[in-house]
C-alpha cells in the first residue's frame, strides 16, 4: 500500500507517492476563464505521468512534472519532489543521489541527500559517470600510491590548477617531479 505525503510549498495541491510518483490532491480547485465565463473546476485524485527528459550534455534521463500554482508553472524533478516529502535532510544538503544509479527508481528508499562531490563520487564508482578517469600518482621515491576519482582531483594533490594533470597526458608527458602518472580506465 503506497502512502501519499504533501509535497512542500505544494500543500493541498500535490502529493508524492512512496511508490515514487506524483498525484493531485482530492479536491484541489482550480479557475479557468472561458468566453469571459470564469469556471470552477475540482479535481479527483490522479497521477501525473511525467516526462521523461535528458538531462544538458549527459546521456542520463529525468522524470519531471509540471506544477501548478497561483496561475503559473514550474517544472520539477521527480526524485526532488519525493526526497523533500519523504527524506529528512537535516545537514541541508543540495543534491539527491539514487543509490541504484537508476533515475527512474524514485522511490524514497532509493534516494539520498548528499552533496555533489559525494553525488560525482557515487557516479564514479558505480560507472555511470563515463568521462573522469581514474588516475593514480606513483611516487618514484617511496613509491606509494595514491589514486584519485579525475585528473583534477589530482592536480589538486600536486597543488597545481584543475588542468594540469589533464594537460600533461594529453601531450604524453606521464610524469611529474617524483611521480609517475597512470591512467586507469
Known amino acids: ?93 543540495p543534491c539527491i543521489n539514487h543509490i541504484d544509479g537508476n533515475s527512474e527508481n524514485n522511490r524514497p528508499e532509493n534516494l539520498e541527500w548528499c552533496t555533489y562531490k559525494e553525488n560525482q563520487i557515487h557516479a564514479f564508482r558505480t560507472g555511470l559517470n563515463k568521462h573522469c578517469k581514474r588516475v593514480e600518482l606513483i611516487s618514484t621515491y617511496d613509491h606509494k600510491h595514491h589514486t584519485f576519482y579525475s585528473m583534477a582531483e589530482a592536480s589538486k594533490f600536486l597543488k597545481m590548477n584543475h588542468g594540469f594533470v589533464s594537460g600533461l597526458v594529453s601531450r604524453g608527458i606521464m610524469n611529474f617531479g617524483e611521480y609517475k602518472i597512470l591512467i586507469k580506465g
Open 1 to 93: 500500500m503506497s502512502e501519499y505525503r504533501q509535497i512542500p510549498g505544494y500543500e493541498n495541491l500535490y502529493e508524492a507517492s512512496s511508490n515514487g510518483t506524483i498525484w493531485t490532491c482530492e479536491g484541489k480547485t482550480t479557475f479557468r476563464n472561458i468566453h469571459g465565463k470564469r469556471q470552477k473546476r475540482v479535481w479527483k485524485r490522479r497521477q501525473i505521468i511525467p516526462k521523461r527528459e535528458k538531462r544538458q550534455s549527459s546521456t542520463h534521463y529525468d522524470l519531471r512534472v509540471e506544477l501548478w500554482k497561483n496561475g503559473s508553472h514550474q517544472t520539477k524533478l521527480v526524485h526532488r519532489l519525493i526526497a523533500m516529502s519523504f527524506i529528512p535532510n537535516p545537514q541541508n544538503k
